[in-house]
């Protein structure tokens, strides 16, 4: 089920592509975000807060309400659902390439320095994985270093 956030644009003839965002990567982004903005200049993360941070605020708060009263439905809300960010311009596209590249290096790191058998190794591989996917289906964005 795909949750379209408001206030992120509207398609039609000559829009921008949408871009469909798995809940836990739009969280893993817009968290990167957050830290990058708080350490000082970023312009990547600069544009994607301005672009979203209406629909993150509005997502934070039903996800901090979730995982205060419900558990499966958090659950289901972060694994099972999208966000559908609408007019994603090519410039958007690459900052979120950008900050996405941010997490999986990050990821990545952490990652050497676990012991490799565990569930946290094996879930962060899972997420590298997938984050890696998207990195490539990007529209417009060229394959950032990961």
């Known amino acids: 089920m795909a949750r379209r956030p408001t206030g992120t644009g509207t398609p039609g003839a ?29 312009a990547a ?29 958090f659950a289901e809300l972060m694994m099972d659902q999208e966000v559908v960010l609408d007019a994603v311009t090519p410039e958007l596209a690459r900052a979120v390439g950008q900050v996405l590249s941010r997490v999986v290096r990050t990821m990545q790191a952490i990652l050497r320095n676990e012991p490799k058998d565990g569930q946290r190794a094996e ?20 394959n950032p270093r990961v």
Not at 17 to 37: C, D, I, Y
């Open 123 to 142: 879930d962060l591989r899972f997420e590298v994985a997938e984050l890696k996917k998207t990195l490539k289906s990007l529209p417009g964005a060229r």
């Open 14 to 42: 000559g829009a921008a592509p949408e871009l469909r965002l798995p809940v836990w990567q739009f969280v893993r982004l817009m968290v990167q975000v957050e830290e990058s903005l708080a350490k000082g200049s970023d």
């Open 45 to 73: 993360a600069g544009s994607l807060s301005r672009a979203w941070n209406e629909v993150w605020g509005a997502l934070d708060g039903e996800l901090t309400r979730l995982g205060a009263t419900d558990s499966e439905a």
